[in-house]
């Protein structure tokens, strides 16, 4: 009989709090709809790891195996990153080039924050959680199991909030947007003008990404490139089928891996501390910079233009992608109901993928040689 | 007020207390800890201007490297738009002349 309440004995408050906490993230992704994909699995990993004496994780655990085989090597969001990159077509940036630069400005909540957070915490640990801002978890993941490695006791706290603030796109940006614009500026239209984007330079793109983001940051040759192969996959012509698997089956299989490895690090002796509460705000406070800072620099360049941009499309330049470009579509037309800005938004969207990753590679190149 | 603005201070009002309350937090750890906490947090100023040189530096690079994309975007599609329209103006060159022959 002991042995029926020896488990039962060891449960404290610190896992059902977890589990309340698994919960909710189920809850949001059934229920709310909001990236099941990832807020599923890491809900259902976060109750999986916090029953007391769990076989789940220990040494010999599936969840610390499948840790160490994809997520302390960075190998699975690499590998997500192809599939990733075979679903994105660059074609509103390619025949919009100029839309990119906001993808730059929509990168300030990551530096920004990092100097915020550099205040409590070590550098290293500083960049890692700045990198939340990049919007994209798997940039998050690599950044900060390569400054900080599998033993860090925030890195949990980290993924979850880059995932989790990931989901909350529509609900964090429209304030922002609202707050730093006027209803005038809301209103404006940008005409698409669609070019035709031959073969060629769509194929020659992710190839010239690689090198020239390679050449700048070498760091991120590993995120840009993984990111521009599963592209030349898809646009190449001749692998279709690699394209759909890498689109398909690729990226569903490895983010079901991802969100449940991920949740090793929720387990409560981990992540039941005030860091996470920071980390929590702060990571907050990099999407509400990086929002900032497109619309601000969108602003800014109007100043000097005579055919105005809507400052909207500023903050869909972070890499949360396609939520953030339908965000601003959708305010678009609560404006102007004539206001179609998805062809614009997406590009920058779009842009915002690119410039976060070497923004991700230009943190490492930073920091790796203090570690 | 107007409920967007409601909403951003909310979110930014929870995102600023939590901050403070780890602040605090942290405060008393380090007071037992000899000024830095048993998680490894310390509060140093220091840091913050240290960490404002990659700022302008990280941002300063992001902009270049993608003002750089934006023009070989750009001279690729001059470049390949050349090229191929080249190639078309000799083969209509070739099927002219063919026919006149």
Same mark, same amino acid.
């Given at each position: ?26 809850f949001?992704?059934?229920? +709310?709809e ?15 790891? $916090? ?19 994809g ?7 690499l590998?997500?990153?192809?599939? =990733?990159?075979?679903?994105?077509d660059?074609?509103?940036?390619l ?34 959680? /700045? ?5 994209? /978890?798997p940039?998050?993941?690599?950044? %900060?199991? +390569? ?16 995932y ?7 609900? =964090? ?13 809301? +209103? ?8 035709k ?15 020239? %983001? ?36 690729? %990226?569903?299989?490895?983010?079901i ?15 039941? $501390?005030w ?14 910079f ?11 360049? $109007? ?26 579509? +959708? ?41 | ?17 939590l901050?403070?309350f ?20 310390s509060?140093d ?15 300063l ?10 023009l ?6 001059k470049v ?22």
């Amino acid at each position: 009989m002991d042995i029926l309440w020896s488990t039962i004995l060891q449960l404290s408050w610190k896992h059902i709090v977890m589990w309340i906490i698994g919960g909710v993230l189920i809850f949001l992704a059934i229920k +709310k709809e909001m990236e099941p994909t990832l807020l599923l699995p890491l809900g259902f990993g976060t109750i999986l790891v $916090n029953l007391p004496l769990s076989g789940a994780i220990g040494e010999h655990g599936p969840l610390t195996t499948l840790f160490d085989a994809g997520i302390a090597n960075e190998l699975f969001p690499l590998i997500l990153f192809i599939g =990733i990159g075979a679903m994105i077509d660059f074609g509103p940036v390619l025949s919009n080039p100029k839309l990119m630069i906001f993808g730059a400005a929509a990168q300030f909540g990551i530096f920004f924050t990092f100097c915020l957070a550099s205040i409590f915490f070590e550098l290293p640990e500083a960049a890692s959680i /700045g990198i939340i801002g990049a919007a994209d /978890g798997p940039t998050a993941i690599v950044v %900060a199991q +390569k400054l900080l490695g599998s033993d860090s006791a925030i890195t949990g706290a980290i993924m979850v909030a880059a995932y989790s603030y990931m989901a909350l796109v529509p609900i =964090i940006q429209p304030p922002v947007i609202k707050l730093m614009t006027t209803e005038k500026e809301r +209103k404006i239209r940008m005409p698409y003008k669609p070019q035709k984007i031959s073969k060629l330079v769509k194929i020659c793109f992710p190839i010239v990404i690689t090198v020239i %983001a390679g050449l700048v940051a070498p760091e991120s040759v590993a995120l840009v490139g993984f990111l521009m192969f599963g592209n030349l996959i898809r646009e190449c012509g001749v692998l279709d089928s690699l394209s759909e698997t890498a689109q398909k089956v690729l %990226a569903n299989l490895v983010t079901i891996f991802l969100g449940i490895t991920i949740a090793t690090k929720m387990q409560a002796d981990l992540f039941l $501390n005030w860091s996470t509460l920071l980390i929590l705000g702060l990571g907050l406070f990099a999407f509400i910079f990086d929002t900032a800072g497109g619309v601000l620099f969108a602003k800014l360049l $109007n100043l000097f233009l005579k055919e105005k941009i809507n400052p909207m499309i500023g903050a869909a330049g972070i890499s949360a992608f396609p939520m953030s470009g339908r965000v601003v579509h +959708k305010m678009g037309l609560e404006a102007d109901s004539q206001n179609f800005l998805l062809m614009q938004s997406i590009g920058v969207n779009v842009s915002g993928q690119i410039a976060s990753v070497i923004a991700g590679g230009l943190i490492l190149s930073f920091m790796l040689p203090l570690i | 007020m107007k409920r967007s603005s409601k909403i951003l201070l909310l979110i930014v009002m929870i995102a600023l207390s939590l901050s403070v309350f780890s602040l605090f937090a942290f405060a008393e750890d380090g007071a037992e800890n000899n000024g830095s906490s048993g998680i490894g947090v310390s509060i140093d100023f220091q840091r913050f201007v240290n960490s404002l040189q990659y700022m302008w530096k990280g941002m300063l690079c992001i902009f270049i490297v993608i003002g750089a994309i934006i023009l070989v975007i750009y001279a690729l599609n001059k470049v390949v738009n050349y090229a191929v329209d080249s190639i078309e103006n000799k083969k209509k060159a070739n099927t002219n002349k063919s026919v006149n022959d």
